[in-house]
């Protein structure tokens, strides 16, 4: 059984910084593509920023130079650096990990999400 948990998260006034960490445990085989995605109330979830396995990034215009995703693979643990924070950034984060089992093959797995509050 897989599974994601998150950590990080919290209230930080506008301009601050968070670090959010995600570590998968269970029966990993392999793990592949890690992100992170936000949903705003009412809203769908949106990518934030993605990692590869071989650590291509990629991120969110309304992100790119203020967030940094990384990963460390020996602790199957995905990070997501997130300075100059704004009021906008606040949601609940999820990370998410495509992980590959013998058991039940390739699947998309999700954390249980963490509230990002950014006061003005």
């Known amino acids: 059984q897989v599974q994601l948990v998150e950590s990080g998260g919290g209230l930080v006034q506008a301009g601050g910084s968070l670090r959010l960490s995600c570590a998968a445990s269970?029966?990993?085989?392999?793990?592949?593509?890690m992100g992170w995605y936000r949903q705003y109330p009412g809203k769908q979830r949106e990518l934030v920023a993605g990692?590869?396995?071989?650590?291509?990034?990629n991120y969110a215009d309304s992100v790119k130079g203020r967030f940094t995703i990384s990963r460390d693979n020996a602790k199957n643990t995905v990070y997501l650096q997130m300075n100059s924070l704004k009021p906008e950034d606040t949601a609940v984060y999820y990370c998410?990990?495509?992980?590959?089992?013998?058991?039940?093959?390739?699947?998309?797995?999700w954390g249980q999400g963490t509230l990002v509050t950014v006061s003005s």
């Open positions: 998410n990990a495509e992980i590959f089992t013998v058991v039940s093959g390739l699947n998309d797995y």
């Open positions: 269970g029966s990993t085989f392999r793990i592949g593509v």
């Open positions: 990692i590869s396995s071989g650590d291509r990034t």
